[in-house]
């Protein structure tokens, strides 16, 4: 390589092509008045500061600690979650999955992102990605492996490919030891990894 | 589409590499990328159905090299183009040089928390009645449709069985096309690990995919 490419000005951040092309076709939508610039500055703080899984955690938590909210979760979950004031886009039709020593559920969309933003927000790049979505369905107990998650040969292992617009959200076995907890400290143990079945809810310390 | 994006059996991508404390965007591109997306739903009229066959529909070795928000971009941009509400000399300018074409509404900070909490729901009323009922066994036909579906290649052709009627719902064939929203009665079909992946698999797993009463025939 030439020294050419140490010669920019260093006060210029150094943008790349992709990023110059989101600016410029942001500034036409913009003059077109197609966008309106505050509303999406409103998109982006909501699902990167407001929506995202301690909403699930929530759920979860309550679906462990309040028999009658628990029963509701699993008879319809959309009206049990909205209940909670979660609820819209990408969640519009949610099931509950239980997760038991006899079975385990794991959620995938092998066709493209697939994921329930209100309970869970947006879903990390490994879930989009290519090694997720290909091994899921042929190769669960290998990617659970990946998550450092290994599961007794017995346990059923029952993976939901999310091909439709049914969100799906994992209710994670309870942790032993937590009987007289509150919700809110149950919350803290429901990770989001538990919830999309890559993981196990932490046990308590 | 039999496209790069149906991934499900596909080996070769290696494990599955988690970030620890993985921020929401890891740039602010990716941020306005994603914010633009959403709010030209509104005024660009397309459906989540022509958005995810834009995302799809292009040189396998172009998708597998993409990002994701680079996919989303892409699609965005293919979805402004094909409707002439941006052409490809303003994007290289990085200003409007055309006229505006008129639309019907544009995404304001009052819309916004409206329109994500009511979401779109797919399900629709019917007076058809469902062919299958929970514990039917079916097969996934066997179809390689050119244009946009969402049975996975790896089912196609697989015996399984009804776990759960769902209602009747937009079906994505049609409303990708702009053909409409054709609703269609969708299912909750299981199928065995063994059925799919053959009998080495692992006999502990069980694989399901929601499915449209077309992908189906009885068995």
């Not at chain 1, 909205?82 to 999955?97: D, K, M, N, Y």
Request: contains cysteine.
């Amino acid at each position: 390589m030439s020294g050419h490419d140490h010669h920019h000005d260093h006060d210029h951040s150094e943008l790349s092509e992709t990023q110059l092309r989101v600016r410029a076709l942001e500034t036409v939508l913009t003059e077109k008045g197609y966008v309106d610039p505050a509303a999406l500055d409103l998109l982006i703080e909501t699902y990167e500061k407001k929506v995202g899984p301690r909403n699930g955690a929530r759920v979860v938590a309550k679906a462990w600690a309040d028999p009658a909210y628990r029963a509701r979760l699993f008879k319809d979950a959309t009206p049990a979650i909205t209940e909670l004031g979660f609820a819209g886009r990408q969640g519009e039709h949610i099931v509950a999955l239980e997760n038991t020593a006899k079975r385990h559920n794991m959620v995938v969309c092998t066709l493209c992102s697939c994921y329930p933003w209100p309970v869970l927000g947006l879903p990390p790049v490994w879930y989009k990605s290519a090694p997720y979505r290909s091994r899921a369905v042929a190769d669960p107990r290998g990617v659970l492996a990946d998550f450092g998650v290994s599961l007794p040969k017995d346990t059923d292992i029952r993976v939901w490919d999310s091909t439709a617009e049914i969100r799906y959200l994992v209710i994670p076995m309870r942790p032993a030891g937590t009987e007289t907890w509150s919700e809110e400290k149950l919350a803290e143990l429901v990770t989001r990894d538990s919830m999309i079945g890559t993981g196990l809810a932490k046990n308590p310390k | 589409m039999n496209g790069a994006q149906d991934m499900g059996g596909v080996h070769g991508f290696g494990p599955v590499e988690a970030e620890p404390d993985e921020p929401v965007f890891h740039a602010d591109w990716e941020r306005r990328a994603f914010a633009l997306t959403l709010a030209m739903g509104m005024p660009g009229g397309w459906n989540i159905d022509m958005s995810r066959y834009a995302r799809e529909n292009r040189d396998p070795a172009e998708y597998l090299s993409m990002s994701y928000y680079q996919i989303w971009f892409a699609a965005l941009e293919t979805m402004l183009k094909e409707r002439a509400l941006v052409a490809e000399d303003e994007i290289a300018a990085g200003h409007a040089l055309h006229e505006r074409k008129p639309v019907t509404r544009v995404l304001s900070t009052d819309d916004v928390l409206k329109v994500l909490h009511r979401g779109g729901p797919t399900e629709r009323a019917t007076n058809t009645k469902p062919a299958f009922k929970v514990g039917d066994r079916v097969r996934a036909k066997t179809i390689h449709p050119l244009t946009h579906t969402r049975l996975p290649r790896y089912v196609r052709g697989h015996a399984g069985v009804i776990e759960r009627a769902i209602g009747c719902h937009v079906f994505p064939d049609s409303n990708a096309q702009g053909a409409g929203e054709n609703p269609q009665w969708l299912y909750t079909v299981r199928f065995a690990g063994r059925e799919l992946w053959g009998a080495d698999s692992d006999p502990s797993v069980q694989v399901s995919v929601d499915a449209w009463e077309p992908y189906l025939e009885p068995i």
